[in-house]
């Protein structure tokens, strides 16, 4: 397997201000790799450098064989990847129909382009095609949650940043969630997948990293023996940090 992102000794923040330092890890092909943290940690801040909505102060991203640079975020998307960003990010009063084409942009494709994009995303999430009309601030948070994956992926991404995706959903839609990372897995898409629960990322990923105070203090394969308490362990600051 080939890597599709290298993140190598990143440092990176908000302007001048550092709250990432020295973070490495990469992600296969068709891998699901959870990053994973406290609070605070730095997860969304590694995903945002990682879309060019953060600068790199060190270190380098590479995706593809690319060192992608100061490249700016929309061109990421045109080259293939994702975001799936943390709360809602949708345009509420906006219709779903005009979300997905909103996410969709980039390609510039025209109406006949469009079309199939957009059935395939109605065969992904038929609870949208239900909605269609609806504005998005209508939806459910469910509803909501499908609306941002389904828009992230007009695109045609080869890798998905999804920033805890579960967040404020009731039980029984977090597994309709987990449900449909399951299946984009299936169809070989690369994720990066940050979350709050250990055994929702556990139960997808093949790697697991786990930042703290902005420093990666934990790396392993999923299904390690012991991986589980290794990571609450790291989360609570004890945990060496592991190769492989
Ligand atoms: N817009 C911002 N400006 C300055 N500091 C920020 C900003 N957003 C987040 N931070 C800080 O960066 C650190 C990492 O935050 P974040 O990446 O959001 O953590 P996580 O996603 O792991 O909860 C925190 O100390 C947070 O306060
Ligand atoms: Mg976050």
Request: overall charge negative; aromatic content about 6%; glycine content about 10%.
């Amino acid at each position: 397997m080939s890597e599709i992102l290298k993140v190598d000794s990143l440092a990176t923040g908000y302007g001048d201000l550092r709250v990432v330092w020295d973070v490495s890890f990469s992600v296969e092909q068709g891998e699901v790799l959870a990053l994973l943290g406290r609070n605070g940690a730095g997860k969304s801040t590694i995903l945002r450098a990682i879309m060019g909505l953060n600068a790199v102060h060190k270190g380098s991203i590479e995706y593809d064989g690319d060192d992608l640079g100061s490249l700016p975020a929309y061109e990421r998307v045109s080259r293939g990847l994702g975001f799936v960003q943390e709360g809602k990010r949708l345009i509420g009063d906006m219709t779903v129909d005009e979300n997905l084409r909103l996410g969709a942009n980039v390609k510039r494709w025209n109406r006949r382009q469009l079309a199939p994009r957009m059935e395939w995303a109605y065969d992904m999430f038929p609870v949208l095609r239900d909605r269609r009309s609806s504005l998005a601030a209508m939806l459910s948070g469910g509803q909501q949650q499908m609306l941002g994956i389904a828009q992230a992926l007009m695109p045609e991404p080869r890798l998905l940043l999804v920033d805890e995706p579960s967040a404020g959903l009731a039980p029984a839609i977090v597994g309709d969630v987990l449900d449909t990372l399951a299946r984009l897995q299936e169809t070989g898409m690369s994720i990066v997948l940050v979350e709050q629960s250990v055994d929702f990322a556990l139960s997808l990923a093949s790697h697991v990293v786990v930042v703290d105070l902005g420093h990666l203090v934990f790396s392993s394969r999923a299904d390690a023996p012991g991986v589980r308490a290794a990571v609450r362990d790291a989360y609570l600051g004890r945990s060496e940090v592991e190769a492989q």
